[in-house]
């Protein structure tokens, strides 16, 4: 194997064993905080397929913002006792069987994916040359500002539901 | 060079395995963060696709992901507190309010 053959199988490694270990915690607060050291390892993953951008905002959003949330949320909920109590469903192994058969059947289709040519214009050379950020944004601002403005109605009414969902009934 | 092939097994795997945390666990939050794991492991295989493509549009589609996941975790986890004010608890087999 060459040498970023094994830079990704490092990462794919440790995404893989970091995802078991995260969804087999008892204590959420362990879970969020493997999570993190999950987060930080997919960023890598994006940093070597040269998406630099995404890999900040993976840290800012998800590491930042989203786990932060998930270990407030799980301060504000009193969970002693949720530890002490079976951490599984009852039929938890039919959910696993699911798990493996649906991966199985995935691996089996994808195995041998390849891309065909035409290929785009943003090849690394081009990205190198202008720079990744500045690549990106200019795609997401001319070709793709109706998502973008769109994504921001999205995150206001995210900010909205989540204050009349979670403030306290009045009367 | 890493064949493109690489990343979507490690995707397919990543999103199996959140698929299992979603069926199996019972404390409500480690299912949101199964939900998480999924939306991450679809990242990957974006922007895996994005690069070997030589094309923006799965960084930028990322890009969304990312902001609704943001929206998804903030909506999902009021509605967490407003149903624990009400019953508290957060084990998925005694939320059955809807049940009748």
Redesign the interface.
């Known amino acids: 194997m ?1 040498a ?2 094994w830079f ?1 199988a490092y990462f ?1 490694g440790m ?2 064993l970091l ?2 270990v ?2 087999t ?1 008892r204590n ?1 607060v362990h ?2 905080l493997w ?1 993190l050291v ?2 930080v390892h ?1 960023a890598g ?2 940093l070597f ?3 630099e ?2 890999a900040a ?2 840290i800012i ?2 590491a930042g ?2 786990l932060v ?2 270990l407030f ?2 301060m ?4 002693k006792k ?1 530890l002490t ?6 039929h ?1 192994v ?3 069987a ?3 058969i ?2 199985a059947l ?2 089996a289709v ?6 065909l040519p035409p ?6 050379e081009a990205i190198r040359s202008e720079g990744g950020i500045m ?2 944004g200019k ?2 601002y001319t070709k ?1 500002l109706l ?1 973008f403005e769109i ?1 921001s109605l ?2 206001l ?3 909205v ?3 009349v ?2 403030k306290k009934r009045i009367g | 060079m890493v064949p493109l092939s690489w990343y979507i097994i490690l995707s397919a795997v990543v999103f199996s395995i959140g698929v299992v945390g979603f069926f199996t666990r019972r404390n409500l939050i480690m299912i949101f963060m199964s939900v998480e794991l999924m939306l991450n492991s679809v990242n990957i295989s974006l922007v895996a696709y994005s690069h070997y493509l030589q094309s923006m549009r799965g960084q930028v589609l990322v890009f969304f992901v990312i902001a609704v996941a943001a929206a998804e975790a903030a909506i999902g986890l009021a509605i967490i507190i407003a149903y624990y004010k009400n019953n508290p608890t957060i084990k998925v087999d005694e939320i059955n309010l809807l049940k009748g």
Not at chain 1, 76 to 79: D, I, Q
Not at chain 1, 85 to 90: A, D, E, I, L, S
Not at chain 1, 119 to 124: A, D, N, T, V
Request: aromatic residues 12%; positive net charge.
């Open positions: 060459t970023p053959q990704f794919a995404i893989t995802s078991v995260m969804i915690r959420p879970g969020v999570m999950l987060f997919i993953l994006y397929l040269n998406a951008f995404l905002i993976q959003v998800y913002a989203i949330l998930f949320v799980i504000l909920l009193n969970l949720e109590v079976r951490k599984v469903q009852q938890w039919i959910g696993a699911v798990g493996a649906f991966a995935v691996v994808v195995a041998g994916i390849t891309v290929l785009g214009k943003y090849s690394i690549t990106i795609v997401m793709y998502p994504a999205v995150l009414v995210a900010i539901g989540a204050v969902l979670a």
